[in-house]
């Protein structure tokens, strides 16, 4: 007896793989779920830690093993488009955003990065009010949210751990989606996380996130 035949059309958007748990139940998950020691009174759970998860029209068969059950979506046939990301960080690291511009297009991946920098090009912006300037980096944060929204992972830019508050908001923003974040540095995720918890003071001047 084989494993029934998955219709990936069927399938969320959002879903890479498919288990069956100990009782037989399906589950769309979206990343390679994990055998956990928790014991059910079927067997183990699978875990699928930090992602998103739904039960399936699917049932496992008598007879068949669920800890060979995992399944992951097909590749589609064509040219596969490359990995979109989205660089985010303080607009002060500006050689961290070219070096991983540079660094992430060798990779082969498509790079969505700042594309004006309030600081270094603050001649272009001399001649706005403090309102006017205000309202122009409100109206360049909500673009760079759209900009996530177009990625498929994100990469967090800093040094020394520093994280500002507009990348705080684009890193909640993009967990919110279910986006692959990467850190360049373990510092600046271990900050987020401990920032998210209250347990630590931010370090810096929010307005220095620009």
């Not at 039960?55 to 979506?73: K, Q």
């Not at 540079?102 to 270094?120: H, P, Q, R, Y």
């Not at 987020?192 to 003071?201: H, I, S």
Request: hydrophobic residues 35%.
């Amino acid at each position: 007896m084989e494993m029934p035949t998955l219709v990936w059309s069927e399938a969320p958007d959002w879903a890479n793989y498919h288990v069956y748990q100990a009782w037989g139940q399906g589950y769309w998950t979206e990343y390679e779920p994990i055998m956990g020691n928790h014991i059910h009174n079927h067997g183990r759970f699978w875990f699928a830690l930090n992602t998103k998860a739904t039960a399936s029209n699917y049932t496992l068969p008598l007879g068949l093993d669920y800890r060979v059950s995992v399944e992951r979506r097909p590749a589609p046939t064509g040219r596969l488009r490359p990995t979109v990301v989205c660089l985010c960080g303080s607009t002060r690291f500006s050689e961290a955003f070219q070096q991983a511009q540079l660094d992430e297009t060798l990779a082969g991946k498509i790079v969505l990065t700042i594309g004006c920098n309030m600081k270094s090009d603050a001649d272009l912006f001399a001649h706005m009010t403090q309102k006017e300037r205000d309202d122009l980096k409100a109206r360049l944060d909500e673009l760079h949210l759209r900009k996530i929204d177009m990625s498929d992972e994100v990469l967090v830019l800093s040094a020394d751990g520093y994280i500002g508050s507009s990348t705080r908001n684009e890193i909640d923003y993009a967990l919110s989606l279910g986006k692959t974040i990467r850190w360049l540095e373990d510092a600046a995720q271990k900050e987020y996380y401990a920032l998210a918890q209250g347990k630590t003071p931010y370090r810096g001047d929010d307005q220095e996130d620009a």
